[in-house]
């Protein structure tokens, strides 16, 4: 354990109490990393960090549940993790959230109203917290998760697939920030984005046990590409899409 780029790191989680969140605070500490999680359901992530610290012995793994509605409390959360460990190296963002509907005619407006504070809103606090903390590292990386959806979306998902799309412009534009920063030399931090068609999990798989779930990508996967994104150098994955599943 901790042999790799992520050894020694402090990534912070949003959205750690899911079961992304979980697949990633545990391949996180499997891989050496200072793990912060936060969720907006203390008791979900209370579980999901105490399974990393069992699973990962001697792992720093804590939570912070922490309204991420609220850009003064997502700012003192990155403020104080840089204050308790000394740098950011990391924000994966997996707050998440589905709405739809049977057809585009029948979409319900009130499912923007949710899905532009969950999808996008978070995104804007989280990114504008930590992203000079984050330029501060010789390795920060801001890993947002999207859906293909945003690329093509389906009649019956127009907001969750605009609220999507949103989401990513906001990163690339913070990728653009990383690039500028960097200079002549290159980005030395990185917005990235990680595309997937939807997730799945052992829970989803358990109750639906005939289920093939064509193309979505297991909550495990998921932790390993995020890790991933710490593997390559940051000019490589700033500003990219990197898909997890077929691309539209």
């Excluded at 969140?21 to 990393?33: I, K, N, S, T, V």
């Excluded at 504070?117 to 606090?125: D, E, Y």
Aim: net charge negative; aromatic share 6%; proline share 3%.
């Amino acid at each position: 354990m901790g042999n790799g780029t992520l050894d020694g790191a402090v990534i912070a989680v949003a959205g750690a109490g899911g079961p992304a969140g979980r697949a990633a605070l545990l391949r996180l500490a499997e891989a050496g990393a200072v793990v912060v999680g936060s969720d907006n359901d203390p008791q979900r992530l209370a579980e999901a960090v105490d399974a990393a610290r069992y699973a990962h012995g001697g792992a720093t793994v804590v939570g912070e549940p922490v309204d991420l509605l609220d850009l003064a409390s997502a700012r003192r959360w990155a403020d104080g993790i840089e204050e308790e460990y000394g740098r950011v190296d990391g924000l994966v963002h997996l707050v998440g959230g589905w709405r739809g509907s049977e057809t585009f005619t029948k979409t319900d407006l009130d499912d923007w109203e949710v899905l532009e504070r969950l999808l996008i809103r978070t995104v804007q606090h989280t990114s504008l917290a930590f992203h000079e903390a984050l330029q501060r590292s010789d390795r920060g990386r801001y890993v947002l998760i999207s859906a293909a959806g945003a690329t093509r979306p389906t009649a019956g998902n127009a907001a969750y697939s605009a609220a999507k799309a949103a989401a990513e412009a906001w990163t690339l534009a913070m990728a653009d920030w990383f690039r500028k920063a960097g200079g002549e030399q290159g980005p030395t931090s990185a917005a990235a984005i990680l595309v997937v068609k939807a997730l799945v999990h052992d829970a989803m798989r358990a109750e639906r046990p005939n289920a093939k779930f064509a193309g979505f990508t297991d909550v495990k996967d998921l932790a390993e590409a995020v890790a991933g994104v710490w593997e390559k150098p940051a000019a490589e994955v700033n500003g990219n899409r990197l898909w997890l599943t077929e691309k539209p």
